[in-house]
């Protein structure tokens, strides 16, 4: 059970004065009877709550799926850049919104958005072997020994030890393929992401379990490759949907939150 003034304030998104004084002077409803009584308690998803006529969200806590695009922060709030969470439609919004997980500003690809901090700790837990998959251009050609090496589980230049990882070296076509086919051919696509002319290109996919700083990037650098262009295109067996414009958002499905959490036993074994 929750106090009432608590429930309009953090799912209303509103300063907690702000709530106590609507409540106050009757301009919030349950189950279609107004409450005057800030502290009165209640479950608040077992009731339709209104404020000043409108029904606020009284669910525990959402979960989207983000199709990041470049230049934009992967944090709840900036002052000056926008982030993932300005992104987020007006009627999805609700105090407590933020990325379970980071993305480098240059990342596209796959953002999951919550305001459930236990789930999001499940999410991103290296213990829990949530796998994330991404794609990457890089320069120059990747050779397959580099597979064995993301494999085994690198040490990266700062000597932090990586956990396995799994590497496939992908034909342009096999890329294209993958990353949803919005483009005419692996040119345009380069034009699009201004990525630099050269005359060698590799096209990968990569699974880790973890998510430091930089990771795909320095992993990259271990094997001499830097990466041009990164898109995250799965948490666990959450896929991003190809629906989903770059900057859209949309909510989870049940069956989609579960799958985010869907690790993998035999990480390296396929």
């Known amino acids: 059970m929750e106090r009432l003034d608590k429930t309009v304030a953090q ?37 339709v709550v209104s ?25 709840s709030r900036d002052p000056k850049v926008k982030t993932v969470v300005d992104l987020v439609p007006p009627a999805f919004r609700r105090r407590g919104l933020f990325p379970a ?8 690809g796959l953002v999951v958005l919550t305001d459930d901090g236990d789930y999001a700790h499940r999410l991103l837990s290296p213990k829990k072997a949530v796998f994330k998959r991404y794609l990457a251009v890089v320069a120059g050609e990747m050779p397959q020994t580099a597979v064995e090496t993301f494999a085994a589980g690198m040490e990266l230049e700062d000597e932090t030890r990586c956990l396995p990882a799994k590497l496939q070296i ?17 040119a345009t696509f380069l034009e699009e992401y201004t990525i630099p002319s050269m005359a060698d290109y590799s096209c990968v996919e990569i699974a880790i379990q973890e998510g430091r700083y930089h990771q795909i990037k320095r992993m990259c650098e ?13 948490v666990g067996d959450l896929t991003l949907d190809p629906a989903l414009a770059e900057g859209e958002c949309r909510e989870l499905t049940a069956a989609e939150t579960a799958a985010a959490l869907r690790s993998v036993e035999e990480f390296c074994a396929s």
């Open 11 to 47: 799912l209303a998104d509103m300063p907690r004065k702000q709530a106590v004084h609507l409540i106050r002077a009757g301009r919030v409803t349950v189950d279609g009877e107004v409450w005057r009584t800030p502290e009165a308690k209640l479950e608040p998803a077992a009731h």
């Open 51 to 75: 404020v000043a006529g409108h029904v606020i969200d009284t669910q525990p806590h959402r979960y989207y799926m983000l199709n990041k695009p470049q230049g934009v922060l992967c944090v």
């Open 101 to 108: 997980g980071r993305l480098d500003k240059d990342t596209v």
């Open 170 to 186: 992908l034909s342009c076509e096999e890329f294209m393929n993958r990353n949803g086919g919005d483009f005419a051919s692996f």
């Open 222 to 234: 271990v094997v001499g490759h830097k990466v041009l262009w990164l898109k995250r295109v799965a």
